[in-house]
């Protein structure tokens, strides 16, 4: 049974900076990609930001050079640290991870950021 636990999400003012962490089960070796996804009210899940078991990442144009995805191969987890927060960055952040062709979720953080 795989399982991915987010936690790290709450309310924070523009331009602050916030972390998130998404606990694994399993060695997240075993994942071929691993990442967030993020959704807004009334809009549809999109792509943060991933990490390929090589270690190679990809981040939406919308987050490059304010959000960094990471991860500890020790506690089997992986975490997304955003910075200069922005309004538009509120949603539910997803935690995902895909192995052998079927992805598996989180069940979301909320992230709300005011101005």
């Known amino acids: 049974q795989v399982q991915l636990v987010e936690s790290g999400g709450g309310l924070v003012q523009a331009g602050e900076s916030l972390r998130l962490s998404c606990a694994a089960s399993?060695?997240?070796?075993?994942?071929?990609?691993m990442g967030w996804y993020r959704q807004a009210p009334g809009k549809q899940r999109d792509l943060v930001a991933t990490?390929?078991?090589?270690?190679?990442?990809n981040y939406a144009d919308s987050v490059k050079g304010r959000f960094t995805i990471s991860r500890d191969i020790v506690k089997n987890t992986v975490w997304l640290q955003g910075s200069s927060l922005k309004p538009e960055d509120t949603g539910v952040y997803y935690c995902y991870a895909l192995r052998a062709g079927i992805t598996y979720w989180g069940q979301g953080t909320q992230v709300t950021v005011s101005s």
């Open positions: 399993g060695n997240i070796f075993s994942y071929n990609v």
């Open positions: 990490i390929r078991s090589g270690g190679s990442t």
